[in-house]
């Protein structure tokens, strides 16, 4: 049974940086689909990074240029390295992996399908 763990949430103040880390167990990071969502209270969820198999990463509009996607694949850890934090990126932050054999990647909603592991998310809070 895959099992993904977040870890690297807390309080920081705006302006400041935070590393998110979401450790796999049970499970390799041959994901066709990996990426970093997020909810805010009240909120819908949004992906605000995400990788494909093949390398490639799709960012927000929100976060582009500001938080970056990576992964270890020998250790099977997937990152996500958030800096210049404002307090509109308050929110739980999740990551996901999807095997299921296909992957159209980007962050719209209608990719979400294509995740079928979800960690159980990471408080960030950015106060001003």
């Known amino acids: 049974q895959a099992q993904l763990v977040e870890s690297g949430g807390g309080s920081v103040q705006a302006g400041g940086s935070l590393r998110l880390s979401c450790a796999a167990s049970?499970?390799?990071?041959?994901?066709?689909?990996m990426g970093w969502f997020r909810q805010a209270p009240g909120k819908e969820r949004e992906a605000v990074a995400t990788t494909k198999i093949n390398g490639e990463k799709f960012y927000s509009m929100s976060v582009r240029g500001r938080f970056t996607i990576s992964q270890d694949n020998a250790n099977d850890v997937l990152y996500l390295q958030m800096d210049d934090l404002k307090p509109e990126d308050t929110a739980i932050y999740t990551c996901a992996a999807g095997d299921l054999g296909f992957c159209t990647g980007g962050v719209d909603p209608s990719s979400f399908h294509e995740y079928n592991h979800w960690g159980q998310g990471t408080q960030v809070t950015v106060s001003s």
């Open positions: 049970g499970h390799t990071y041959s994901s066709y689909c």
